[in-house]
């Protein structure tokens, strides 16, 4: 029986070296292994951004960042520059440097081992393998250093700790058995890479939980395997979690978290994933190390006056109290930006998020996707459920466990709780169109 083709094109997801064309210009994207982002490096985007497109930056799902609004005669300088700033270490690996961790790591008193450090290592081991190029620029890798979660069954590859030094390798949320110490990850993810190449064949999967055989038996025949000569079972692998742990999405970090060093981290919520001017200035002047969360918030870390650090936040529209609306509330890029959009879904998000809007009613009895979140929130937030506004059922961005509300071809939206998909085409009304103009979005 042959290969059953899932894909039936190459995935198109943008980078540096490869923008893609949108209403409002190229989208270039800098991948940001680990969401990390140097005072010198923030500083350097910013004028990027200012100097080649629209002046703000998008946060992405994997912790990357999105400038929008570039002129393809500016691709070379935008690349040049990029990689002067040490953002991208290989113009051949650019799009699959989609690496995950927590914004805490390396300083999360909580977790089993330096995530930072084995981070720094993936990502060196994946640069210097030629043929991984050919994974998809959606191909994701988490490292779970068993503080903040991370790991998710929506990862192609996870390293998980179950106990101090040691991983555990998951495969699209499966266990393979693998046991090893932190050394040795940069070899278990490459190898496991290579198998899934072997494995997808000429079906075009991007992922592993597109493999025709499924991910189950992906998982199971690679741990059936001899490890790699470089891995090592440690003397003490500790038990395995019963299945990868929730994602991060389901509590993002906000407010002010204290750090291994007796330091602190501030987390803030940034409006709709944009980065606008004005936030950038805020980030830039705190002269502070910077992550990027896969809940598309920030983080300031190594911070001595967190009082200070979030009331600047605070000031410049970046909320950091975790009752926020804007918590849980995301969308696309809508309108007069995606050519495929039938809504400007980002305004009416924001109607959603302040109150404004009768979608926000029709979404108030929408059933959490966390139950702890629920209790934890304020009776009536607005965003205790998180909501993904999309302008087409292609619904790109979704977040994991979010109610999606899509824009239809007949001026209403529709609203399509977790796990299922949006309806095809026009759908009959269900919420009242979108009202008056809302109150402009927080700089």
């Not at 969401?35 to 994997?62: I, K, M, Y």
């Not at 075009?204 to 991910?215: D, K, N, Q, V």
């Not at 959490?368 to 292609?394: E, I």
Request: glycine letters at 10%.
């Amino acid at each position: 029986m042959g290969a059953v083709v899932v894909r039936e094109r190459d995935d198109a997801c943008p980078g540096v070296v490869d923008a893609s064309p949108a209403d409002d210009g190229l989208i270039a994207r800098v991948r940001l292994p680990g969401g990390r982002l140097t005072p010198a490096q923030l500083h350097e985007l910013a004028e990027l951004a200012a100097r080649f497109g629209t002046g703000s930056v998008d946060l992405t799902a994997r912790a990357n960042i999105q400038l929008r609004g570039l002129a393809e005669a500016d691709l070379p300088a935008l690349a040049e520059a990029v990689t002067a700033a040490g953002l991208m270490p290989s113009r051949s690996h650019d799009r699959v440097r989609n690496i995950l961790a927590s914004p805490l790591a390396g300083r999360d008193p909580n977790a089993l081992l330096d995530a930072d450090a084995v981070l720094t290592a993936v990502d060196h081991a994946l640069c210097a393998a030629p043929d991984l190029t050919a994974l998809s620029g959606r191909f994701l890798i988490g490292i779970d250093d068993g503080g903040l979660p991370i790991a998710s069954a929506r990862h192609d590859l996870d390293l998980v700790a179950p106990a101090r030094d040691t991983f555990a390798l998951h495969t699209a949320g499966h266990d393979t058995a693998w046991r090893f110490a932190p050394a040795d990850a940069p070899a278990a993810i490459v190898h496991a890479a290579r198998a899934f190449l072997a494995a997808r064949a000429d079906t075009g999967a991007w992922h592993i939980r597109e493999l025709p055989s499924g991910a189950a038996r992906f998982a199971a025949t690679l741990g059936s395997a001899p490890f790699p000569s470089r891995i090592r079972e440690p003397a003490v692998a500790g038990p395995s979690p019963g299945g990868p742990r929730r994602h991060s999405g389901s509590r993002p970090p906000i407010g002010v978290l204290p750090q291994s060093d007796g330091r602190f981290a501030v987390g803030a919520l940034v409006p709709l994933g944009r980065l606008t001017r004005r936030h950038l200035s805020t980030l830039v002047g705190l002269r502070a190390e910077l992550r990027i969360t896969g809940t598309r918030g920030v983080v300031i870390r190594d911070v001595t006056d967190p009082a200070a650090t979030s009331a600047a936040l605070e000031a410049a529209g970046l909320p950091c109290d975790p009752a926020s609306p804007w918590r849980g509330v995301t969308a696309c890029s809508g309108l007069g930006a995606c050519r495929r959009a039938l809504a400007d879904v980002r305004t009416e998000a924001t109607r959603h998020a302040l109150g404004h809007s009768p979608i926000g009613v029709a979404l108030a009895d929408t059933t959490p996707m966390d139950t702890d979140r629920a209790a934890a929130d304020p009776p009536g937030a607005l965003g205790r459920a998180d909501t993904h506004w999309v302008g087409c059922a292609r619904a790109c961005g979704k977040p994991a466990g979010a109610t999606l509300v899509v824009a239809r071809e007949d001026g209403t939206y529709e609203t399509v709780p977790p796990g299922r998909a949006p309806t095809p085409g026009p759908v009959p009304a269900r919420v009242p169109a979108p009202g008056p103009p809302a109150p402009s979005t927080p700089a």
